[in-house]
């Protein structure tokens, strides 16, 4: 129905869910929506709200088009309410009742599961946000500030869509975890964000780009595992929050890639051959490789936390009433029920990492997690080309999973980064070669001075290779307010 496809800008906060004739939840999100004003306004700083972005807003969820370019100040960017097209006869894709119809309303035994799913969703979005907070004032172009915030609105509206299933299906309790996604906050003493990796600092650009590449990516991997969800809202919202996730790993991989490339051309440069020849290579204004290896490590050790333990039996219930299944659910080919099925799991054995048959049920989130590494190993790859293309000895590598871990088997072991284990001390001393030192953080941090001026670029980063919506390389991605 072309109705359901377009969106309607008849109220206040625009959708494709028909809010004008479903006035309750209609209340509850206007209701909701000063409380998200304020706190956009307060987390972003003045000169930016009054900028215009060059940004695309979702005008329709056809997969060609759904989106429209142009310049908007962020607090008067349309956050909408965006379900993927209902596909029909749609069934419950795994567990035990794999192949019954998908539910339109919330299953009364399954409801404090999705909506504990559901909460924890939402929590990361408006996370990011203020995790993000501070990089405007420290852009490397108009271009990358562009990217910014583009994610940034996305995210919040990302907030909006887990809003909304609380608001419409969850009655009151729905309601007051609407509230407490605005009153935690990332970092928070009192009410930090609930997963770990959500109250880290994103203290830099270089960071950015490693949260958008991996952490985004786990955003990815669980959205496409709700995305199969036998509750059919949550299928539909997630399946839309898909097609804005690829643009943010999109900033992620090529914003390492042209920090890797800019490193590479200053080395070649300057006939620095030794990538480890450090003070020189930071002498020249870029940061050297083995720094950004150290990032790397950080970000994806934090970000494979993200997947809970190993064997989890919060999982298997989720998979097996229907709520979230596995990453790609209807290409694997087995009985989608997992009745007696088993998994390979990590485990650690008298000082040694093994892996172990454990039941598969149990065993979701390590699948998952193994799904995630070979996604992530892809853009890997491409970096290294670049870097060998350039002629330089080194490569990037994913560190081994159970380094630097805090959730599940591996948390807290001296594993390094080729997974052997280490004495305490031993993992002590050396943590500062594979984790950005305090110093590595400053110099990251002298090198972060705003570039405003139109198609000009930090000397840490090279130029993009193709604009946004085809831009020139000089266009104006955003008119800074300055006041
Ligand atoms: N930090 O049985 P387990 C995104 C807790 S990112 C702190 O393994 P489960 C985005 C866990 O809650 C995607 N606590 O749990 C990216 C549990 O506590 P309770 C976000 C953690 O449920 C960038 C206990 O430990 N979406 O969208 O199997 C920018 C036992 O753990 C952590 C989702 O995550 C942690 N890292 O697995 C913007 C999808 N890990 O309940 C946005 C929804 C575990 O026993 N969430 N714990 O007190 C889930 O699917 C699952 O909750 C998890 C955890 C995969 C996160
Ligand atoms: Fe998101
Ligand atoms: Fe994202």
Known sequence: MAAM??????????????????????????????GYINWWNDLIPQKFQDSLVYLRTAVSVDAKGWAKF??????????????????????????????????QEVPGEFRSTLRRLIVIQGDTEPASIEQ????????????????????????????????????????ADGREEADGLLQRSSGSEEAPRMLGAFNEETPDWLSFFMFTYFTDRDGKMQLESLAQSGFDPLSRTCRFMLTEEAHHMFVGETGVGRIVQRTCEAMKAAGIDDPYDTDRIRALGVIDLPTIQKKLNLHYSLSLDLFGQEVSTNAANAFNAGIKGRYMEHRIDDDHKLTNATYPVARVVDGKIVREDAPALTAINMRLRDDYKRDAAGGVGRWNKAIQKAGVEFQLQLPHEAFHRHIGVFAGQPIDINGDFLSQDEFTRKQTDWLPTKADGDFIQSLMVPVYDAGEYAGWIAPPKVGIDNQPGDFEYVQLHMA
């Open 132 to 171: 993000q907070r501070f990089l405007g004032n420290s852009a490397p172009s108009l271009y990358d500030l562009r990217n910014l915030f583009q994610i940034n609105v996305e995210e919040g509206r990302h907030l909006w869509s887990m809003v909304y299933l609380l608001q419409k299906y969850f009655g």
């Open 5 to 34: 496809s377009n969106v309607s800008y008849d109220t206040m906060i625009p959708n494709n869910v028909g809010l004008s004739s479903d006035r309750r939840v209609l209340k509850a999100l206007e209701k909701w929506h000063p």
């Open 70 to 103: 142009d310049y908007v100040k962020m607090p008067d960017y349309r956050w909408g309410i965006l379900l993927a097209p209902q596909v029909e006869d749609r069934k419950i894709p795994c567990g035990e009742s794999t192949g019954e119809a998908v539910w």
